[in-house]
């Protein structure tokens, strides 16, 4: 009996992962452990015989992040699996991620039977209540053991959790009880799989996901906008599957073409530099005053907004506001007061569009012209400005880095920025550069953790890419180097190190009555970490000046496995020079707000 119960084990869990491969799940990333054993047979047996990856960790934490990169690269659910206990409780961070960046995920978590919960037995908690508060569905076999689960049950769980995963893309956790004997013999692994030769479920694909029913658009979203006024369209990082992409674009290209407003566009939205109407250094435009009109102007948002204070500030004092999402229906209005359309720009668009024709065909849009027309005029200068005053020569600067990287990095190549300093410089001072190519960022629940792993998992996907990430970001995922063993990554990692957290010099922090700036938030650390990419086997080279940034990067793009490459910069001293290329914008451009407002 007990070997058959083990057998049916590894049965059940071969079944399981092969239905999920079938549904087009590719990679797998397996964490160790006891509990999990049938799960991780069965994904080894899968990915010798089937479309399948298997990688390993042994961080579930790592782990998780690197499941995540992976789907936030391919569009499609990346599994991960570990046994229970605290090994689940680690998952939380990459489930939050997740969750509010719209990314698809499948947790496969396993768990000891209800005989042995709340007794006291070794690694036996609350595992099933530890991710439900961010996943988007919840999922578990029979609690007394997966060897007890119907057919019917098993096919819910499987058609359920793939379905919830991508509809409106995000986490699902499926908690699997095992009883013991939990390894089958060796006879019995050879028996189970050849018997599953035969079975039908690699047979056809299944559809991403069920085409999601859209209702008639109301008259109040369509009438929301005046496309003959003029307005502003924001487009936030994308959130959308990527089978939605392309009409993303072409909707946003022909709203510029029949309103001809300017475009404000965060570098992770995926839009490309052949969009018409983008203005590229939005944010010194408001941080100067060119975007303060004492009228109501419209603005069109499109997905969450871009990491910026001072648009936020700005939207504040502009009431007309339509926000549009790609299905997903919570509240991502922290203005407030937009109108919320949920159901993708695309649709709304053509709905739109279809209504507004005839008007749109004969409307008079001078004032908008003129509105465009001047912001392009000063977009421009800033743009030729920034060039004379950042230099690729001399002193490493962060917004001299964020100018000219993706000036010297090939267009083939995409970009991660980390969630800090780096995609604010990156929004600011890059231009053009912003959108030549896919540019990868994890901005949901805007923290650094997982920087690292993020990283390695986009590049599985990707190929070679860089990742742009600050010192602390770097240092909080050391364990991100692991994968450098195991998996096909090439990951170039650009490491700035201004000595801890940077960013905390932008703080409106004057003084301090008790403690350390340092101690308190910048926490600048001992490690090195040309010595610790040594340690993980990981070649790298430190750049002194910006003229030898362009030899550093030629030999991390050729280069066939992962290098560090690590820029020393110092951020009280950079804070001091973003404070200086603003106010001496201000300076120049100090009547040009007034002028246009009277203009328009």
């Given at each position: 009996?007990?070997?058959?119960?083990?057998?049916?084990?590894?049965?059940?869990?071969?079944?399981?992962?092969?239905?999920?491969?079938?549904?087009?799940?590719?990679?797998?990333?397996?964490?160790?452990?006891?509990?999990?054993?049938?799960?991780?047979?069965?994904?080894?047996?899968?990915?010798?015989?089937?479309?399948?990856?298997?990688?390993?960790?042994?961080?579930?934490?790592?782990?998780?992040?690197?499941?995540?990169?992976?789907?936030?690269?391919?569009?499609?659910?990346?599994?991960?699996?570990?046994?229970?206990?605290?090994?689940?409780?680690?998952?939380?961070?990459?489930?939050?991620?997740?969750?509010?960046?719209?990314?698809?995920?499948?947790?496969?978590?396993?768990?000891?039977?209800?005989?042995?919960?709340?007794?006291?037995?070794?690694?036996?908690?609350?595992?099933?209540?530890?991710?439900?508060?961010?996943?988007?569905?919840?999922?578990?076999?029979?609690?007394?053991?997966?060897?007890?689960?119907?057919?019917?049950?098993?096919?819910t769980l499987i058609e359920k959790s793939w379905e919830k995963a991508h509809s409106v893309a995000g986490p699902v956790h499926i908690n699997l009880s095992f009883e013991e004997p939990l390894n089958p013999s060796l006879i019995d692994q050879r028996e189970v799989l050849d018997e599953c030769k035969t079975d039908k479920f690699l047979k056809s694909k299944s559809d991403l996901v069920s085409k999601?029913?859209?209702?008639?658009?109301?008259?109040?979203?369509?009438?929301?906008?005046?496309?003959?006024?003029?307005?502003?369209?924001?487009?936030?990082?994308?959130?959308?599957?990527?089978?939605?992409?392309?009409?993303?674009?072409?909707?946003?290209?022909?709203?510029?073409?029949?309103?001809?407003?300017?475009?404000?566009?965060?570098?992770?939205?995926?839009?490309?530099?052949?969009?018409?109407?983008?203005?590229?250094?939005?944010?010194?435009?408001?941080?100067?005053?060119?975007?303060?009109?004492?009228?109501?102007?419209?603005?069109?948002?499109?997905?969450?907004?871009?990491?910026?204070?001072?648009?936020?500030?700005?939207?504040?004092?502009?009431?007309?506001?339509?926000?549009?999402?790609?299905?997903?229906?919570?509240?991502?209005?922290?203005?407030?007061?937009?109108?919320?359309?949920?159901?993708?720009?695309?649709?709304?668009?053509?709905?739109?569009?279809?209504?507004?024709?005839?008007?749109?065909?004969?409307?008079?849009?001078s004032k908008i012209k003129l509105f465009s027309g001047k912001l392009d005029q000063y977009d421009l200068f800033i743009d030729r400005w920034l060039d004379r005053k950042l230099f690729l020569k001399g002193k490493i600067t962060e917004p001299s880095l964020a100018r000219w990287l993706p000036r010297l990095l090939p267009s083939s190549v995409s970009v991660m920025l980390a969630a800090s300093s780096?995609?604010?410089?990156?929004?600011?001072?890059?231009?053009?550069?912003?959108?030549?190519?896919?540019?990868?960022?994890?901005?949901?629940?805007?923290?650094?953790?997982?920087?690292?792993?993020?990283?390695?998992?986009?590049?599985?996907?990707?190929?070679?890419?860089?990742?742009?990430?600050?010192?602390?970001?770097?240092?909080?995922?050391?364990?991100?180097?692991?994968?450098?063993?195991?998996?096909?990554?090439?990951?170039?990692?650009?490491?700035?190190?201004?000595?801890?957290?940077?960013?905390?010099?932008?703080?409106?922090?004057?003084?301090?009555?008790?403690?350390?700036?340092?101690?308190?938030?910048?926490?600048?650390?001992?490690?090195?970490?040309?010595?610790?990419?040594?340690?993980?086997?990981?070649?790298?080279?430190?750049?002194?000046?910006?003229?030898?940034?362009?030899?550093?990067?030629?030999?991390?793009?050729?280069?066939?496995?992962?290098?560090?490459?690590?820029?020393?910069?110092?951020?009280?001293?950079?804070?001091?020079?973003?404070?200086?290329?603003?106010?001496?914008?201000?300076?120049?451009?100090?009547?040009?707000?007034?002028?246009?407002?009277?203009?328009?």
């Amino acid at each position: 009996m007990a070997l058959s119960l083990a057998r049916y084990n590894f049965s059940i869990c071969l079944k399981l992962i092969k239905a999920f491969v079938a549904k087009g799940m590719k990679y797998i990333v397996l964490c160790p452990g006891s509990r999990s054993g049938p799960l991780a047979l069965a994904a080894a047996s899968v990915s010798r015989r089937f479309d399948l990856k298997l990688l390993t960790s042994i961080d579930e934490r790592s782990a998780a992040f690197l499941a995540l990169g992976i789907s936030a690269a391919n569009g499609k659910a990346t599994g991960v699996i570990t046994t229970s206990g605290s090994a689940v409780a680690n998952l939380l961070p990459a489930a939050v991620e997740a969750d509010r960046s719209c990314h698809p995920l499948l947790f496969f978590t396993a768990d000891r039977p209800l005989r042995l919960k709340e007794c006291g037995a070794n690694q036996s908690v609350n595992q099933e209540d530890f991710l439900r508060s961010v996943c988007r569905h919840y999922e578990e076999s029979p609690k007394e053991g997966m060897h007890l689960i119907t057919k019917e049950r098993f096919k819910t769980l499987i058609e359920k959790s793939w379905e919830k995963a991508h509809s409106v893309a995000g986490p699902v956790h499926i908690n699997l009880s095992f009883e013991e004997p939990l390894n089958p013999s060796l006879i019995d692994q050879r028996e189970v799989l050849d018997e599953c030769k035969t079975d039908k479920f690699l047979k056809s694909k299944s559809d991403l996901v069920s085409k999601k029913y859209l209702d008639k658009v109301s008259n109040k979203f369509l009438k929301a906008l005046d496309p003959l006024s003029v307005g502003i369209v924001i487009v936030g990082p994308w959130r959308g599957r990527p089978n939605q992409l392309l009409d993303f674009r072409n909707a946003l290209k022909r709203w510029h073409d029949v309103t001809g407003w300017p475009i404000i566009a965060d570098p992770l939205s995926s839009i490309t530099k052949s969009q018409k109407g983008l203005l590229l250094h939005w944010e010194l435009l408001l941080s100067v005053g060119l975007l303060s009109f004492t009228e109501d102007i419209q603005v069109l948002r499109l997905g969450p907004l871009p990491c910026s204070r001072e648009l936020q500030l700005w939207l504040e004092k502009h009431k007309t506001q339509l926000l549009v999402t790609e299905g997903d229906n919570r509240n991502l209005d922290p203005i407030g007061g937009a109108l919320q359309f949920s159901d993708g720009f695309s649709y709304w668009f053509n709905t739109f569009y279809k209504s507004f024709k005839p008007i749109l065909s004969t409307q008079d849009n001078s004032k908008i012209k003129l509105f465009s027309g001047k912001l392009d005029q000063y977009d421009l200068f800033i743009d030729r400005w920034l060039d004379r005053k950042l230099f690729l020569k001399g002193k490493i600067t962060e917004p001299s880095l964020a100018r000219w990287l993706p000036r010297l990095l090939p267009s083939s190549v995409s970009v991660m920025l980390a969630a800090s300093s780096p995609i604010r410089d990156w929004m600011i001072y890059s231009g053009e550069g912003s959108f030549s190519r896919r540019c990868f960022g994890f901005r949901g629940a805007s923290g650094i953790d997982g920087t690292l792993s993020l990283g390695m998992g986009i590049s599985i996907v990707m190929g070679k890419m860089v990742l742009i990430t600050g010192d602390l970001a770097l240092f909080h995922d050391t364990n991100g180097w692991l994968f450098s063993d195991n998996i096909n990554t090439n990951l170039v990692v650009i490491m700035i190190d201004n000595s801890g957290g940077g960013i905390f010099n932008q703080l409106n922090v004057d003084q301090i009555h008790d403690g350390d700036f340092k101690e308190i938030f910048t926490m600048p650390q001992r490690v090195c970490p040309l010595t610790l990419a040594k340690a993980y086997g990981v070649a790298y080279r430190q750049v002194a000046c910006l003229e030898d940034l362009e030899v550093a990067i030629e030999w991390g793009i050729s280069s066939s496995s992962n290098v560090l490459i690590r820029v020393c910069t110092n951020s009280s001293e950079d804070h001091k020079l973003r404070v200086s290329l603003r106010n001496d914008l201000k300076k120049h451009f100090q009547c040009s707000s007034q002028n246009l407002a009277n203009e328009i």
